[in-house]
């Protein structure tokens, strides 16, 4: 008889919670102290109400009412403060300043086997004007992360203003905006750059600012040149969010000397949620970000209170745990090693693409000598870098979850693994494609077998990338999962075809299998986890000198 929890739920026993305890109450105590009241609002939540806040994208678990309004658990905490602020709080009460500490559930389709009720602790500031809120809360996130001592932290800054501002001044269609935007939002910036070479009208100043501004990051001198790009490519001045960049990053001077604040733009996701600054917490020791917050007057706007001016953050109580230990206190990380001291850990691919990522990480500089010759090691040191030595569909993974800094694979790995990885350079080797193929002595059955039954049997490795390609079609599949020998799933009759990769074709055609149609082209590709990329500078000098080296070769 079944004892357990429910997939990705989990009992915390005393000794945890005594941990878990030590954290909240100090973050507690900084809320207080800062002026903050609590406030708690309802585990569930009626779907419509939020969403006419913002669009809801997370809401794990929904249920109907007897009277068949559907509800849904509070994916966050943000939304519904939102509406309890909106209903119940008048403008004689403000500015309003409330703190919460509850569980959220969240479904993540691509990390499965991950828990899926987290704890966020998190202050909401509502009030009628100024700039001085989000100085105010940033300034808050800062006390609390020194109260923690959490190791090596800095609070990242983006803001979707920017972009979207010059999306105003040169999309050439409302497709191409929001293409882009839904690429920057997954972090794909190599697709980025493949969208803008292939649009045609596009100035070259315009093309230039679409690249480079997802690119920017650092401390306040990028803001200048951000105003340089946005100029250059036409967009008006009062249009491009830099001059309340500008005073923020002046408000907050001392933390930015301190290396404690720096700007990335590549950090602009939630566009329908955040109109103006977004911020992430980072700290040494955890792949994901701690906290994340900005400012939402939209969301109240859409809930009947426009003209005020709303700022907050969330900390993960989890992913404080992880940084902190058991104890609830800080003393995980080697005491005295800092991130920048510590070598790059770079997950390389072995196989058929180590040979060219030996080449292209040599001409961008590091030491490959020793990686060149590897033998049996799985973890190679040379100097300032540690290469970890993987299979090419388990670098994301590696990536994701903190096991290394950044990697290269193929873009069907990254695809395929789904994980909030940052793609930055498209190296140019490892060219294959994927394809549908089916046996020639089986022409047209799969289309006659869909008729009456309605779907397509697919046999692949590929599952994510198969279903996103049929979606794409607008037709039903059955995806049947193999890890070898993906070919015989049709010549046996247990599928109809197949989606595979191919470089030559060798192998579908000593099988007699003939292509139907291309899926997507790949080749392989730099990328990062977000914390290392926004926070280790050398990171973002490695994506530079890579790109440099891939353009010398084209241009060679």
């Known amino acids: 008889m079944r004892s357990g929890t429910p997939r990705g739920f989990r009992d915390i026993l005393p000794r945890e919670a005594l941990a878990r305890e030590r954290i909240t109450d100090t973050v507690r105590s900084c809320f207080a102290e800062a002026g903050y009241l ?188 951000l105003d340089e790009l946005l100029a250059a490519a036409g967009v008006a001045a009062d249009a491009r969010g830099t001059a309340e960049l500008s005073a923020l990053a002046a408000e907050l001077g001392d933390l930015f000397e301190a290396g404690r604040l720096s700007f990335d733009f590549s950090i602009i996701n939630s566009f329908d949620y955040y109109t103006g600054i977004i911020f992430k917490g980072y700290a040494e020791g955890i792949a994901a970000s701690l906290a994340s917050g900005g400012r939402y007057d939209a969301v109240l706007a859409n809930l009947g209170r426009p003209g005020l001016v709303a700022c907050g953050f969330a900390l993960s109580l989890e992913r404080l745990q992880e940084v902190l230990g058991e104890p609830g206190v800080s003393g995980v990380v080697t005491p005295g090693v800092r991130v920048a001291e510590r070598p790059i850990r770079i997950a390389v691919p072995k196989g058929s693409l180590l040979k060219d990522t030996v080449r292209v990480l040599e001409a961008a500089g590091l030491p490959t000598a020793e990686l060149a010759d590897a033998g049996r090691r799985l973890v190679v040191s040379a100097g300032d870098v540690e290469y970890v030595i993987v299979r090419a569909q388990d670098a994301p993974a590696f990536v994701g979850h903190g096991g290394a800094d950044c990697g290269i694979c193929g873009a069907d790995s990254l695809e395929e693994a789904a994980l909030d990885l940052l793609q930055l350079v ?131």
Not at 105 to 116: D, F, M, N
Not at 432 to 458: D, I, K, L, M
Not at 491 to 500: A, E, H, L, S
Request: hydrophobic fraction near 45%; glycine fraction near 8%.
């Open 426 to 556: 498209d190296l140019g080797y490892g060219r294959c494609r994927f394809v549908v193929a089916e046996p020639r002595s089986r022409a047209g059955e799969a289309e006659r077998a869909y008729q009456w039954r309605g779907t397509v049997r697919v046999a692949t490795k590929y599952p994510r990338i198969t279903q996103r390609y049929y979606d794409g079609i607008g037709q039903q599949v059955d995806i049947v999962t193999l890890h070898g020998n993906i070919e015989l799933g049709p010549i046996v009759g247990m599928t109809d075809r197949i989606v595979d990769i191919t470089a030559t074709g060798t192998t579908l055609a000593e099988n007699d299998l003939v292509v139907v149609d291309d899926v997507m082209e790949c080749t392989a590709r730099f990328f990062a986890g977000p914390a290392a990329y926004r926070c280790d500078k050398r990171i973002r000098d490695l994506a530079r000198r890579l790109a440099e080296v891939v353009g010398e070769g084209r241009d060679a």
């Open 38 to 225: 609590p406030v708690e609002t309802p585990l569930l939540e009626e779907r419509g109400a939020l969403e006419r806040g913002a669009r809801l994208r997370d809401a794990a678990f929904q249920l109907f009412d007897e009277d068949g309004t559907l509800l849904a658990l509070r994916p966050d905490l943000t939304l519904p403060v939102a509406r309890l602020v909106a209903g119940r709080m008048g403008a004689d009460e403000l500015p309003v300043r409330l703190r919460y500490s509850a569980p959220v559930v969240r479904e993540e389709p691509s990390l499965r086997g991950q828990p899926r009720q987290f704890t966020q602790l998190g202050v909401e500031l509502v009030a009628r004007e100024g700039t001085a809120s989000e100085v105010e809360v940033v300034r808050l996130l800062a006390q609390v992360l020194t109260a923690l001592e959490v190791p090596a932290w800095r609070i990242v800054f983006g803001s979707p203003v920017p972009l979207t501002a010059l999306l105003d001044a040169c999309a050439p269609s409302a497709d191409f905006r929001e293409r882009v935007l839904a690429l920057v939002h997954d972090s794909d910036l190599v697709a980025v750059d493949e969208l803008v070479a292939a649009t045609p009208g596009l100035a070259p100043e315009q093309a230039r600012a679409l690249r480079e501004i997802v690119r920017l990051g650092g401390g306040r001198e990028v803001i200048g040149r």
